[in-house]
């Protein structure tokens, strides 16, 4: 996992703006992820792509979005209309579709002000 | 739908005792089930992993059992110590699709020396 970059690692937000929280990697792994995670909470799938140009939502994508142009970017979006976006963001990789192991970045930390 | 429950949510050893958490899973046909220590602030880091055609695997002070009948699976930490306190999440990876880890909702060992 220490092929995997996070950024900005803290970020502020007002309301209504949006944001780009990058995710890179040099593991020439396939498949990208997107968690969130609440204080004292587990992780939430937001979205997730197994391949370059194909991307799938999780189970909280309302108000993220999500671009797969290249192999080692997964840039996410925090939309204007996510309500709730305060929380800590991770990006994980994995080998590749049908590939279960999951391997973490370092983490955005997300505040709106 | 997909579903893995994780219990307890806390728990407190002394130093050199052992520690237990177990996870339930809702899918029979799940075949991957990792285990992630996170410390505050910092990233998941996976721990150990066991997958359906196993029924115990063990390095060095944790191991990891299945029971795939009942569809649980448990983490054991022996002669624990204090650097062991993190937030410990399960997941089991559901296929047919998908192919997504679902977490746990976390179990925040305490080690007291």
């Known amino acids: 996992d220490g092929g995997i970059t996070q950024s900005p690692k803290y970020l502020f937000r007002k309301e209504g703006q949006n944001v780009t929280l990058s995710c890179e990697q040099n593991?020439?792994?396939?498949?990208m992820y997107w968690y969130r995670q609440d204080p004292g909470q587990g992780l939430r799938l937001i979205y997730y792509s197994q391949i370059v140009n194909d991307f799938q939502k999780g189970d909280i994508a309302e108000g993220y979005s999500v671009s797969r142009e290249k192999k080692e970017s997964f840039p996410l979006t925090v939309t204007s209309a996510q309500k709730n976006p305060t929380a800590f963001y991770l990006c994980?990789?994995?080998?590749?579709?049908?590939?279960?192991?999951?391997?973490f970045g370092p983490g955005t930390r997300l505040t709106v002000l | 739908g997909e579903n893995v429950e994780q219990h307890p949510s806390t728990l407190s050893v002394q130093e050199g005792d052992s520690a237990v958490i177990k996870c339930t899973y809702s899918?029979?046909?799940?075949?991957?089930f990792p285990w992630y220590k996170q410390e505050l602030g910092k990233r998941p880091q996976l721990i150990i992993d066991?997958?359906?055609?196993?029924g115990e695997k063990k390095d060095q002070r944790i191991a990891v059992t299945l029971n795939k009948t009942a569809k649980h699976f448990s983490l054991h930490i022996t002669e624990t110590q204090p650097e062991d306190s993190a937030v410990y999440f399960c997941?089991?990876?559901?296929?047919?699709?998908?192919?997504?880890?679902?977490f746990g909702a976390g179990t925040r060992l305490a080690v007291h020396p």
């Open positions: 899918d029979s046909a799940s075949n991957y």
């Open positions: 994980a990789v994995g080998q590749g579709p049908n590939t279960d192991t999951q391997y």
């Open positions: 997941a089991a990876f559901f296929s047919g699709g998908y192919n997504k880890l679902i």
């Open positions: 593991l020439n792994h396939d498949a």
């Open positions: 066991i997958r359906s055609n196993v």
